[in-house]
C-alpha cells in the first residue's frame, strides 16, 4: 500500500517563481492536511481539508494555496516564493478529524527558495 | 496563546529507560499524540491519551494528567535504533493538532 506520496522529494527554487508540491493519498482518507517543518520549531498547520470539496487556513496560511478536487489529491501551491518559505513540507492524511484520528505523513517535500 | 513544551534534546544508553515529558496549555483539549519522527524521514504515530493515566504498548508507554497539562513518553530497554525526535501533539477545541518542537533523542551504546 502506497499511503501518500508527495512530490517531487526535494526542489531549489528561485525566489519569485510559482511551484505546486504534490500529493496524493490511496487511503480514502477524509481529512488531509499540509504542514511545514522548521528546525526548532513544531510541525505548522498551512491549510487542511475535512473532505473532498473544502478547505480551511491553518496556522501560517499566507503565501500558499490549496485545492481539494477529489479526496486523493491535495496539491500545494506557492504562487510567488520568497526564500522565508524555505522548509520541509509534509502532507499527511487521517480518516477523519474526530478524537483518536491518527495522521499518516508522506515522506517531505524539501523546498529551498533562493 | 497555544503552547506545548519538550526537553529540546535527551541523551540516554542502549538498554536503559528513558522519559521524555511534554507540557501543554492549549484551547482545549481532545487528545494528546506522540509521534516519533526519524531524521529525514515522516513522523509515525506512537500513541495516544486522552484520559488519565498509563497506556502500555510494548516498550513503550505514555501518561496523561489533564489537569496538570502534562504528558509523558517512557521508552524502555533501548535500542540503537529508538534514536529519533519525539513529537507530542495536542488535539484542540477546533480538532486541529497542535505540535511541540520535539525532543531529539540519542541513544549511546
Known amino acids: 500500500t502506497a499511503g501518500i506520496t508527495q512530490a517531487p522529494t526535494s526542489q531549489i527554487l528561485a525566489a519569485g517563481r510559482s511551484m505546486t508540491l504534490r500529493c496524493t493519498q490511496d487511503?480514502?482518507?477524509?481529512?488531509m492536511y499540509w504542514y511545514r517543518q522548521d528546525l526548532g520549531l513544531g510541525l505548522r498547520l498551512i491549510h487542511y481539508?475535512?473532505?473532498?470539496?473544502?478547505?480551511g487556513k491553518g496556522e501560517v496560511p499566507d503565501g500558499y494555496s490549496v485545492s481539494r478536487a477529489n479526496t486523493d489529491d491535495f496539491p500545494l501551491t506557492l504562487a510567488s516564493a520568497v526564500p522565508s518559505q524555505t522548509s520541509v513540507y509534509f502532507c499527511a492524511s487521517s480518516e477523519s478529524t474526530g478524537l483518536n484520528t491518527e495522521a499518516f505523513f508522506g515522506q517531505g517535500t524539501r523546498l529551498t527558495v533562493v | 496563546g497555544q503552547n506545548i513544551d519538550q526537553p529540546t534534546e535527551m541523551t540516554a544508553t542502549e538498554g536503559a529507560i528513558v522519559q521524555i515529558n511534554c507540557t501543554y496549555q492549549t484551547s482545549g483539549f481532545n487528545g494528546l499524540f506522540w509521534y516519533q519522527q526519524h531524521a529525514g524521514e515522516a513522523p509515525t504515530f506512537l500513541s495516544y491519551?486522552?484520559l488519565d493515566g498509563l497506556e502500555e504498548k510494548g516498550r513503550f508507554s505514555s501518561f496523561l494528567s489533564r489537569s496538570k497539562g502534562y504528558s509523558y513518553l517512557l521508552l524502555k530497554e533501548l535500542q540503537m535504533k529508538d534514536s529519533a525526535s519525539y513529537l507530542c501533539a495536542v488535539l484542540d477545541s477546533n480538532y486541529q493538532l497542535i505540535w511541540g518542537a520535539g525532543t531529539k533523542l540519542i541513544i549511546k551504546p
Open positions: 481539508s475535512n473532505t473532498a470539496g473544502t478547505t
Open positions: 487511503m480514502r482518507h477524509n481529512a
Open positions: 491519551n486522552v
